[in-house]
């Protein structure tokens, strides 16, 4: 049997295939590999696969046998092609040592550069590159890197020694030290490692090597990166690989150089070359936001061969990866080398842009475009923005990059964990610091936005602000943090205090601004466009489309809605109409009334009121469907309370108020969820709904004779039995036609159910003898399926997720297995009985993409969803197509498996175990099956 290679030279490992390649080898060294078989200038190096890795944690963190061996062979092999020895005390080759795993995690795991050198290969250095500042500098970045990498040594200690000794030449910046500044430094260094650690910095590169391979390995499992892949949902990768490169330097003098570019915009997307660079300076230095860099536009007249070269590659790659592709470049004495390439990460604005231009630039097909942007970015779109009308009397206080897009206003915290800690207090908070880094994290993901006054646009802070779509300013000099307290242009605030930024113009303004949603773009409609063709022209069974509605009860909000995309209202409820003051008042009336006559007599005075809601809902609809839900709440939810109250009713009635308290008394429930409520209503007070529909059908009236289309649908709620519909369906049909012949108008009003009980899903069959339509209300459905109460289960989720009794909250995705199994039965038996039953589902899973797939696969018609929800389910819904009936694997991102997974692993009540599981193709068996049901 041949043995597993577990090392690969760049450039080896194509054979293979692109996936696999990034699986083994990780997303910087698969692409490593890839650009030397382009022939792009990659300095030489090889990779430690993240099979090991994952073997290196099975196995109590030892290396599989032979491994050793391997490496050193390579490591032979890169000295051959460098004519350079690690270690060589006249002309050492130096190598970075990096992490990369198939899924990119900027900055989480460690790298570390210049390896292999030491008080003997500095000498060497010097002399042969006549450098000697150089070598120096060299040495005590190594020192640095290695000494808080490996030996755990915390950095401040090092930046103390940096610091205290460029005060004391009175210098500003690390590049002016000079080569016996570096070289007291370096013996600083190492002295700090002895007090820290009791041991020396190792001398023998293979020790250094050895050392730096474990600590990568182990920074798979730190802190920082586990929670990265936690919030990013990063599951079923093996591990990190280690890449060990030939160093280049681009801290070699003042024609050297190191910078980070895109070959798009990563914030709006534009076809325009975009990066940033700084003279004399190694990688890091870029990354880290410790000085802030010049624009790439500014190479191409500083270096314009080199500026021309770059342009060059980033066009091949762009072609060869097609996408938009992220690169580290290094310069040493005017040659040019790429360090790194990845898919750059982009914001939602730049995602639709780069997705909507590589079509026209037929760099990828429509299909593709509608998988490179996520449910998510579409999400950050739609972010509020400072409201127009309220920025035209703001002052800034300043301006700083404009890192991430979006407006935010918080109140300011100064620490991660400040913010988490007033987040828990329920606060909105704006994370304000001189820079962030990885440690971070946690208060970052809390924060409405995030300001910084130190590093660029590819600075940590807006690198990982854009990815999570938080607005982030940055590199704001103007804003001076001094312990607990900040200088904004001039004014000081503390913590607590509101301020606002908009993250996609720069500005940082005072106090707390009105936040606005932006409209939609031309190329979001372009591209909104392509999503809604998808759907319409799909095709399961006997089922076309896939349509998306809105749950919407006021017309403001079908408007919205309507503006921005949706196909026709999924759910109006109409409590809210009875809620309000006017109509509350004869309500009440209603309920405590003892005779027919004299509820009827307050149902009348509510009637005209419900018309002119439906009137507006209808016309906002423009003729799309309209699924009004008649009265659900508990009765009880009407039953004045206060004395108040009381008083005010029985002033109505013309009576004494106690005279009302035995009814009020009478009315009261223990557990009203489970009491008078929904169609239980109309089966005690069938006058109840008998109004609804008339104002529904009048209101449809008024639409017609006012020539304007109109296709309402009535919605009974809370069945359980198909006899309650046997009941109320015909009184609903008497009443419509009653209206219409009045009226002297035809309309067709469809009447359906919601199918929220458990009970009623599991006699479905039955139920569809009187519906004309299903609707899901999955939220009522989860709460009586799991009988967890919904409003209080936030007592026991969060721990029932960390214990993995359950993998996701059931109240966002849809229990698959559970609430799933009885929906696909509903769907099921109902369309046996009535072939043409239209099913949808409203409720808050409507705009979760994970339900939306889900529900495309159960041979659903449409989902409903919040209006701000309506574009991403526009997407989704796209998606679920394409990644359900597309042949073959479409969309391989590693974190994109998650449906597949949680829904295999709920499959057989298991635990989404992350680690071994193989990835399964997108696609294939679940085909277009689901629909032939
Ligand atoms: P990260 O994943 O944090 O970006 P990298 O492994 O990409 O870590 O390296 C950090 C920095 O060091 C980057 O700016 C990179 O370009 C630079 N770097 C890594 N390897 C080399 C090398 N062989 N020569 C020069 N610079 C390097
Ligand atoms: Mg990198
Ligand atoms: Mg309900």
Same mark, same amino acid.
């Given at each position: 049997?041949?043995?597993?290679?577990?090392?690969?030279?760049?450039?080896?490992?194509?054979?293979?295939?692109?996936?696999?390649?990034?699986?083994?080898?990780?997303?910087?060294?698969?692409?490593?590999?890839?650009?030397?078989?382009?022939?792009?200038?990659?300095?030489? %190096?090889?990779?430690?696969?993240?099979?090991?890795?994952?073997?290196?944690?099975?196995?109590?963190?030892?290396?599989?046998?032979?491994?050793?061996?391997?490496?050193?062979?390579?490591?032979?092999?890169?000295?051959?092609?460098?004519?350079?020895?690690?270690? &060589?005390?006249?002309?050492?080759?130096?190598?970075?040592?990096?992490?990369?795993?198939?899924?990119?995690?900027?900055?989480?795991?460690?790298?570390?550069?210049?390896?292999?050198?030491?008080?003997?290969?500095?000498?060497?250095?010097?002399?042969?590159?006549?450098?000697?500042?150089?070598?120096?500098?060299?040495?005590?970045?190594?020192?640095?890197?290695?000494?808080?990498?490996?030996?755990?040594?915390p950095?401040?200690?090092?930046?103390e020694?940096?610091?205290?000794?460029?005060?004391?030449?009175?210098?500003? $910046?690390?590049?002016?030290?000079? &080569?016996?500044?570096?070289?007291?430094?370096?013996?600083?260094?190492?002295?700090?490692?002895?007090?820290?650690?009791?041991?020396?910095?190792?001398q023998?590169?293979?020790?250094?090597?050895?050392g730096?391979?474990?600590?990568?390995?182990?920074?798979?499992?730190?802190?920082?990166?586990?929670? !990265?892949?936690?919030?990013?949902?990063?599951?079923?990768?093996?591990?990190?690989?280690?890449?060990?490169?030939?160093?280049?330097?681009?801290?070699?003098?003042?024609?050297?150089g190191?910078?980070?570019?895109f070959?798009?915009?990563?914030?709006?997307?534009?076809?325009?070359?975009?990066?940033?660079?700084?003279?004399?300076?190694?990688?890091?230095?870029?990354?880290?936001?410790?000085?802030?860099?010049?624009?790439?536009?500014?190479?191409?007249?500083e270096?314009?061969?080199?500026?021309?070269?770059?342009?060059?590659?980033?066009?091949?790659?762009?072609?060869?990866?097609?996408?938009?592709?992220?690169?580290?470049?290094?310069?040493?004495?005017?040659?040019?080398?790429?360090?790194?390439?990845?898919?750059?990460?982009?914001?939602?604005?730049?995602? /639709?842009?780069?997705?909507?231009?590589?079509?026209?630039e037929?760099?990828?097909?429509?299909?593709?475009?509608?998988?490179?942007?996520?449910?998510?970015? $579409?999400?950050?779109?739609?972010h509020?923005?400072?409201?127009?009308?309220?920025?035209?009397?703001?002052?800034?206080?300043?301006?700083?990059?404009?890192?991430?897009?979006?407006?935010?206003?918080?109140?300011?915290?100064?620490?991660?964990?400040?913010?988490?800690?007033?987040?828990t207090?329920?606060?909105?908070?704006?994370l304000?610091?001189?820079?962030?880094?990885?440690?971070?994290?946690?208060?970052? /993901?809390?924060?409405?936005?995030?300001?910084?006054s130190?590093?660029?646009?590819?600075?940590?802070?807006?690198v990982? *602000?854009?990815?999570?779509?938080?607005?982030?300013?940055?590199?704001?000099?103007?804003?001076?943090?001094?312990?607990?307290?900040?200088?904004?242009?001039?004014?000081?605030?503390?913590?607590? &205090?509101?301020?606002? @930024?908009?993250?996609?113009? %720069?500005?940082?303004?005072?106090?707390?601004?009105?936040l606005?949603?932006?409209?939609?773009?031309?190329?979001?409609?372009?591209? $909104?466009?392509?999503?809604?063709?998808?759907?319409?022209?799909?095709?399961?069974?006997?089922?076309?489309?896939?349509?998306?509605?809105?749950? *919407?009860?006021?017309?403001?909000?079908?408007?919205?809605?309507?503006?921005?995309?949706?196909?026709?209202?999924?759910?109006?409820?109409?409590?809210?109409?009875?809620?309000?003051?006017?109509?509350?008042?004869?309500?009440?009336?209603? @309920?405590?009334?003892?005779?027919?006559?004299?509820?009827?007599?307050?149902?009348?005075?509510?009637?005209?009121?419900?018309?002119?809601?439906?009137?507006?809902?209808?016309?906002?609809?423009?003729?799309?469907?309209? @699924?009004?839900?008649?009265?659900?709440?508990?009765?009880?939810?009407?039953?004045?309370?206060?004395?108040?109250?009381?008083?005010?009713?029985?002033?109505?009635?013309?009576?004494?108020?106690?005279?009302?308290?035995?009814?009020?008394?009478?009315?009261?429930e223990?557990?009203?969820?489970?009491?008078h409520?929904?169609?239980?209503?109309?089966?005690?007070?069938?006058?109840? !709904?008998?109004?609804? /529909?008339?104002?529904?059908?009048?209101?449809?009236?008024?639409?017609?004779?006012?020539?304007?289309?109109?296709?309402?649908?009535?919605?009974?709620?809370?069945?359980?039995?198909?006899?309650?519909?046997?009941?109320?369906?015909?009184?609903?049909?008497?009443?419509?036609?009653?209206?219409?012949?009045?009226?002297?108008?035809?309309?067709?009003?469809?009447?359906?159910t919601?199918?929220?009980?458990?009970?009623?899903?599991?006699?479905?069959?039955?139920?569809?003898? !009187?519906?004309?339509?299903?609707?899901?209300?999955?939220?009522?459905?989860?709460?009586?399926?799991?009988?967890?109460s919904?409003?209080?289960?936030?007592?026991?989720?969060?721990?029932?997720?960390?214990?993995?009794?359950?993998?996701?909250?059931p109240?966002?995705? @849809?229990?698959?297995?559970?609430?799933?199994?009885?929906?696909?039965?509903?769907?099921?038996?109902?369309?046996?009985?009535?072939?043409?039953?239209?099913?949808?589902?409203?409720?808050?899973?409507?705009?979760?993409?994970?339900?939306?797939?889900?529900?495309?696969?159960?041979?659903?018609?449409?989902?409903?969803?919040?209006?701000?929800?309506?574009?991403?389910?526009?997407?989704?819904? *796209?998606?679920?197509?394409?990644?359900?009936?597309t042949?073959?694997?479409?969309?391989?991102?590693?974190?994109?498996?998650?449906?597949?997974?949680?829904?295999?692993?709920?499959?057989?009540?298991?635990?989404?175990?992350?680690?071994?599981?193989?990835?399964?193709?997108?696609?294939?068996?679940?085909?277009?099956?689901? %629909?032939?049901?």
């Amino acid at each position: 049997m041949a043995k597993k290679k577990n090392v690969y030279f760049f450039g080896e490992g194509k054979a293979e295939g692109d996936a696999k390649m990034k699986d083994v080898l990780g997303g910087k060294g698969a692409n490593l590999a890839e650009m030397t078989s382009l022939n792009i200038p990659v300095p030489p %190096g090889f990779t430690i696969s993240t099979e090991v890795c994952a073997a290196y944690y099975e196995n109590k963190k030892k290396y599989p046998a032979g491994l050793e061996e391997e490496v050193l062979a390579n490591l032979k092999k890169l000295e051959k092609t460098m004519g350079k020895k690690l270690g &060589d005390p006249e002309d050492p080759l130096l190598v970075s040592v990096r992490s990369g795993a198939a899924v990119s995690m900027p900055g989480m795991m460690d790298t570390i550069l210049n390896l292999g050198i030491n008080d003997e290969a500095v000498l060497g250095l010097a002399a042969k590159t006549g450098n000697p500042r150089f070598a120096w500098d060299a040495y005590r970045r190594f020192i640095q890197m290695y000494g808080g990498v490996v030996m755990e040594v915390p950095d401040t200690a090092f930046e103390e020694a940096i610091t205290s000794i460029k005060k004391a030449r009175n210098i500003n $910046l690390d590049k002016d030290l000079s &080569d016996k500044d570096l070289k007291e430094l370096v013996e600083e260094y190492k002295k700090i490692i002895q007090h820290h650690v009791g041991k020396e910095l190792p001398q023998n590169p293979l020790d250094q090597l050895w050392g730096a391979i474990n600590a990568v390995f182990g920074s798979w499992m730190n802190e920082r990166a586990i929670k !990265y892949r936690e919030l990013n949902n990063i599951k079923n990768i093996k591990g990190t690989a280690v890449n060990v490169q030939s160093m280049v330097f681009g801290n070699f003098g003042d024609d050297s150089g190191t910078g980070v570019c895109f070959s798009r915009d990563p914030s709006t997307g534009k076809n325009e070359f975009y990066g940033e660079y700084l003279m004399n300076a190694q990688g890091e230095d870029v990354v880290a936001g410790i000085r802030t860099p010049e624009k790439i536009a500014t190479l191409e007249t500083e270096n314009k061969k080199i500026y021309q070269q770059l342009v060059d590659i980033k066009n091949r790659l762009q072609k060869h990866f097609r996408d938009m592709q992220d690169m580290e470049f290094t310069v040493q004495q005017g040659k040019l080398f790429i360090l790194q390439t990845r898919n750059g990460k982009r914001t939602g604005a730049a995602a /639709v842009k780069c997705a909507v231009d590589m079509v026209a630039e037929k760099l990828i097909d429509k299909n593709t475009a509608i998988l490179r942007v996520t449910p998510e970015h $579409l999400d950050q779109m739609l972010h509020p923005m400072i409201d127009p009308a309220a920025l035209t009397n703001a002052r800034s206080l300043t301006q700083g990059l404009n890192a991430s897009p979006g407006a935010g206003c918080g109140r300011i915290v100064f620490s991660a964990k400040e913010a988490e800690d007033w987040h828990t207090r329920g606060e909105k908070v704006l994370l304000v610091r001189q820079d962030t880094s990885p440690e971070d994290i946690g208060g970052m /993901v809390v924060s409405q936005g995030i300001l910084t006054s130190t590093g660029g646009m590819t600075s940590h802070a807006a690198v990982v *602000a854009r990815g999570m779509g938080t607005p982030c300013v940055a590199g704001a000099k103007d804003v001076q943090v001094q312990g607990k307290k900040v200088n904004i242009g001039g004014k000081t605030f503390k913590e607590g &205090d509101w301020i606002t @930024i908009d993250g996609s113009s %720069g500005f940082v303004y005072e106090g707390k601004l009105p936040l606005a949603v932006p409209e939609i773009s031309d190329d979001m409609k372009t591209f $909104l466009s392509w999503c809604d063709d998808v759907r319409a022209s799909s095709v399961r069974g006997s089922i076309k489309g896939f349509e998306i509605r809105t749950n *919407a009860d006021q017309p403001e909000d079908a408007k919205r809605a309507f503006d921005f995309g949706a196909q026709g209202v999924g759910l109006c409820r109409t409590e809210h109409m009875f809620f309000e003051k006017e109509k509350l008042i004869h309500f009440r009336a209603m @309920i405590v009334a003892d005779t027919v006559e004299k509820r009827k007599e307050a149902l009348r005075k509510i009637l005209p009121l419900q018309r002119k809601d439906f009137f507006g809902i209808f016309s906002a609809m423009e003729g799309r469907s309209v @699924i009004i839900r008649l009265l659900d709440p508990p009765l009880h939810e009407f039953v004045p309370q206060t004395k108040k109250e009381i008083a005010e009713l029985a002033a109505y009635l013309n009576i004494k108020p106690a005279k009302l308290l035995p009814k009020i008394e009478k009315l009261h429930e223990i557990n009203p969820m489970l009491g008078h409520r929904g169609c239980r209503l109309a089966i005690t007070y069938p006058e109840i !709904y008998d109004m609804q /529909v008339e104002a529904i059908v009048l209101a449809a009236v008024d639409c017609i004779k006012k020539n304007i289309p109109v296709d309402p649908e009535i919605m009974i709620p809370i069945v359980v039995t198909a006899r309650e519909l046997k009941l109320i369906r015909p009184n609903a049909e008497a009443v419509i036609k009653q209206v219409l012949e009045q009226e002297g108008v035809k309309l067709k009003v469809k009447i359906g159910t919601m199918i929220e009980v458990p009970r009623a899903a599991l006699r479905a069959g039955h139920v569809a003898k !009187y519906a004309d339509f299903f609707s899901f209300g999955t939220n009522d459905l989860t709460q009586m399926t799991f009988a967890f109460s919904r409003d209080d289960v936030a007592s026991f989720l969060p721990t029932y997720l960390q214990h993995q009794v359950l993998d996701v909250d059931p109240f966002k995705s @849809i229990d698959e297995e559970g609430v799933g199994f009885l929906i696909r039965n509903a769907v099921e038996q109902g369309r046996q009985v009535n072939p043409n039953l239209n099913v949808g589902i409203c409720g808050e899973h409507g705009g979760d993409p994970v339900t939306i797939d889900f529900c495309f696969r159960a041979g659903i018609n449409y989902v409903s969803c919040s209006p701000y929800r309506v574009p991403l389910a526009r997407l989704a819904g *796209a998606q679920a197509v394409i990644n359900n009936t597309t042949p073959g694997p479409v969309n391989k991102k590693a974190s994109t498996g998650k449906t597949e997974k949680v829904r295999k692993a709920a499959k057989a009540d298991k635990p989404v175990k992350s680690a071994k599981a193989k990835t399964p193709g997108r696609t294939g068996k679940r085909g277009t099956k689901a %629909g032939t049901r």
